[in-house]
């Protein structure tokens, strides 16, 4: 078999790490042939050193003049761009057979779509790309003839759960609703005045996953689950009364499919990122992850319980601006990632993070975008709202 070349687009990240954990254990299947980072050039530099790809990306001219010097000491050549240009053009390369999408937020959209219009196999992590711009991109990947996979675990267990000829239509498929399942995050349980006092520390204190601190605090806002709703409605073309989110904090059942039979399809698994990522990478055949095998009498028991949609309002909103559709999904998820940034910051309080994205989507105009050049311009003027309502918390 000849390997298959791979472009890990967020390399330095979570995922990225994660990824290259299992192409590892793959020499023969997978090559190595561009990395980006952003702003962390010495794991970049690591990186290069170890998977020797042919060319690297990072944010800008002072990081690849940071970075080529050092290249060259280690004996390596690879070609160092930089910019959201560069990952655009490093996403289409002839010799790039799958492109690993995780840049997180909205900033891994462009290439996501670049590398879809390319008819590139794409393992899509960055959920952010559909949350902004679904529609856009379900007709990039439609047009490039490009196979779309899901990483994120819970769309991961859902691909895993349904037919494997599922062509977008539940009702054909005997498919009665969609269930994501949700941990409920560091939060779970917390009260409302406790809420108010939570450090980005404590939100980033995931009880089972170990990810990206923007996604973990998405995860204790519940946001994450409201951003991966809108995931689930245009990956599954799932309308939102056919999405049911229900807590499950043991995370071992990773979400589920249920058919009008009355059957239940999941996926369980141990979580860790990889047996998604290997899922993917191997499409369709299986490849060994790295991960244990789940030992079910060390499971002391599995519950599910009912969102708490007043303390963590984040969720609603979601769902609210996925039926508003048009912009309002993008605006929110603007919103959201100016709010986070804030609270990373420690501008603002945890238990604003809704307030910011409720106000911004009450201000800003939700009309459908019709190009992605309207669209990003929609999303840096929410960015901006959102900015003056961090400013006033
Ligand atoms: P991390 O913050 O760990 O990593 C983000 C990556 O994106 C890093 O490589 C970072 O570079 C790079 N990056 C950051 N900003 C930019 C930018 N403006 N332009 C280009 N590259 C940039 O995030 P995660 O790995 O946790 O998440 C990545 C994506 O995957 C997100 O969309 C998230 O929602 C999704 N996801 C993550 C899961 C997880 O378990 N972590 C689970 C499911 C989905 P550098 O670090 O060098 O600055």
């Keep these: 078999m000849n390997p298959q070349g791979i472009a890990v687009l967020g390399a330095t990240g979570s995922i990225g790490v994660n990824t290259l954990d299992v192409v590892a254990r793959h020499p023969d299947r997978f090559q190595v042939v561009v990395l980006t980072g952003h ?58 057979d799958m492109v690993m999408a995780a840049i997180v937020g909205a900033a891994g959209l462009p290439s996501a779509i670049a590398a ?70 560091p939060f779970r349980g917390r009260l409302a005045e406790e809420l108010a006092q939570v450090t980005p520390e404590d939100a980033c204190k995931h009880p089972n996953w170990v990810m990206g601190r923007k996604i973990s605090v998405d995860s204790a806002s519940l946001m994450n689950k409201g951003l991966e ?15 049911e989110v229900v807590v499950h904090p043991q995370s071992v059942i990773h979400s589920m ?75 929110l998820n603007a919103a959201n990632e100016v709010a986070v940034a804030a609270f990373l910051d420690r501008r603002i309080r945890f238990v604003d993070i809704p307030m910011v994205v409720e106000s911004t989507l009450s201000v800003c105009d939700l009309s459908a975008s019709a190009s992605l050049a309207d669209l990003l311009a929609a999303d840096a003027e929410a960015r901006r709202v959102a900015l003056g309502k961090v400013h006033s918390c």
């Design 229 to 243: 709703v809108i995931e689930a409605h245009w990956l599954f073309n799932a309308p939102p009364d056919r999405i």
């Design 257 to 331: 499919v249920q058919y009008k039979d009355g059957s239940v399809l999941a996926q369980l698994g141990s979580p860790d990122m990889r047996t998604p990522i290997a899922n993917v990478l191997g499409w369709p055949d299986r490849i060994e992850s790295g991960v244990a095998s789940l030992d079910f009498m060390a499971l002391s028991g599995l519950t599910f319980e009912k969102p708490d949609l007043i303390r963590f309002p984040c969720l609603a909103l979601a769902f609210s601006a996925l039926a508003a559709g048009g912009d309002a999904p993008a605006v």
């Design 39 to 96: 702003r962390q050039i010495d794991r970049l530099l690591e990186q290069a050193k170890r998977f020797h790809p042919r060319f690297l990306v990072v944010a800008d001219a002072a990081a690849a003049a940071d970075l080529r010097p050092r290249l060259a000491e280690s004996g390596l050549n690879a070609e160092v761009l930089h910019g959201p240009a560069a990952l655009e053009q490093v996403a289409v390369l002839p010799e790039v």
């Design 116 to 185: 879809a219009r390319a008819g590139k196999k794409v393992l899509l992590a960055n959920k952010e790309s559909l949350v902004v711009a679904g529609r856009l991109f379900m007709e990039a990947v439609r047009e490039g003839g490009a196979t779309l996979l899901p990483v994120d675990s819970e769309h991961n267990a859902i691909f895993q759960s349904l037919p494997h000829d599922y062509a977008g239509d539940l009702d054909v498929a005997g498919i009665r609703k969609i269930i994501l399942t949700a941990s409920g995050g």
